[in-house]
């Protein structure tokens, strides 16, 4: 799928941290914020990396992981347009919680903390958007736990493919990832969710074309997934 804000003369559209905004204020965190560029497997920053910036979507997805010590890697989200990415670290002045890496060719704008918080002081009703997007993390957060205790593996795959799938209406939904990094997002060995997706697949519900999956039927995989 290809993911990006909708064309339009303002690069924040869409973006709801900076949705109550008025114009000109947009139009400076604009002037302000860097155009940034990332190839599909860039890393956009690791985990302990200065917590410098926060990170607008404008086209393409970032996946957001943690890496254990021996190397795995469990990927805690998927962020696309018109998302942001970083905010956490904006606010306690830390280091970043987690890595990021650009699993399709992306771009972004990059904001810095320090132009960041002096828009927080002068529109203090930023920080309500903000403290949304830090609460939604935190449910998406607690979701997944919940997953990993309620669901078996195959209806954690069948779950992450309905998130990816987005609210796409389409009769067939391409998704950019390959098996690895589906099963560093449903948390199972790739075997295992080779195993899941090959059933999938006999039934119907989607098909792999090379390092893409095309689903086929949504409502099968919620169903799958214990999804209304």
Same mark, same amino acid.
């Given at each position: 799928?290809?993911?990006?804000?909708?064309?339009?003369?303002? #690069?924040?559209?869409?973006?709801?941290? *900076? #949705?109550?905004?008025?114009?000109?204020?947009?139009?400076?965190? +604009?002037?302000?914020?860097?155009?940034?560029?990332?190839?599909? &497997?860039? +890393?956009?920053?690791?985990?302990?990396?200065?917590?410098?910036?926060?990170? +607008?979507?404008?086209? &393409?997805? =970032?996946? $957001? *992981?943690?890496?254990?010590? /021996?190397?795995?890697?469990? =990927?805690? /989200? $998927? $962020?696309?347009?018109?998302?942001?990415?970083?905010?956490?670290? %904006?606010?306690? #002045?830390?280091?970043?919680?987690?890595?990021?890496?650009?699993?399709?060719?992306?771009?972004?704008?990059?904001?810095?903390?320090?132009?960041?918080?002096? !828009?927080?002081?002068?529109?203090?009703?930023?920080?309500?958007?903000?403290?949304?997007?830090?609460?939604?993390?935190?449910?998406?957060?607690?979701?997944?736990?919940?997953?990993?205790?309620?669901?078996?593996?195959?209806?954690?795959?069948?779950?992450?493919? $309905?998130?990816?799938? &987005?609210?796409?209406?389409?009769?067939?939904?391409? +998704?950019? %990832?390959?098996?690895? @990094?589906?099963?560093?997002?449903?948390? &199972?060995?790739? @075997?295992? =969710?080779? @195993?899941?997706?090959?059933? *999938?697949?006999?039934?119907?519900? !989607?098909? /792999?074309?090379?390092?893409?999956i095309v689903v086929t039927d949504v409502q099968a995989l919620k169903r799958r997934a214990g999804m209304s």
């Amino acid at each position: 799928m290809d993911h990006r804000l909708p064309d339009s003369g303002d #690069a924040l559209t869409g973006v709801e941290m *900076f #949705a109550g905004l008025e114009p000109d204020v947009r139009q400076r965190v +604009i002037a302000t914020a860097v155009p940034r560029h990332y190839r599909k &497997g860039q +890393i956009l920053f690791v985990e302990h990396d200065p917590g410098d910036s926060l990170i +607008i979507m404008k086209r &393409g997805a =970032v996946a $957001v *992981f943690r890496t254990a010590p /021996t190397g795995e890697r469990a =990927v805690l /989200t $998927v $962020v696309r347009p018109p998302d942001v990415l970083g905010e956490v670290s %904006l606010l306690d #002045a830390s280091t970043r919680s987690a890595s990021a890496e650009a699993i399709e060719d992306s771009q972004a704008l990059s904001l810095s903390r320090a132009a960041f918080m002096d !828009l927080v002081h002068s529109n203090p009703r930023i920080l309500d958007a903000v403290m949304r997007s830090v609460g939604g993390l935190i449910r998406r957060l607690t979701e997944q736990n919940a997953d990993h205790v309620f669901l078996d593996l195959p209806g954690r795959v069948a779950k992450t493919l $309905v998130r990816l799938s &987005g609210e796409s209406q389409a009769p067939m939904i391409t +998704i950019e %990832l390959n098996q690895s @990094q589906l099963a560093e997002m449903a948390g &199972g060995s790739r @075997q295992s =969710v080779n @195993q899941a997706i090959g059933s *999938f697949a006999n039934r119907g519900w !989607l098909r /792999t074309e090379g390092r893409r999956i095309v689903v086929t039927d949504v409502q099968a995989l919620k169903r799958r997934a214990g999804m209304s």
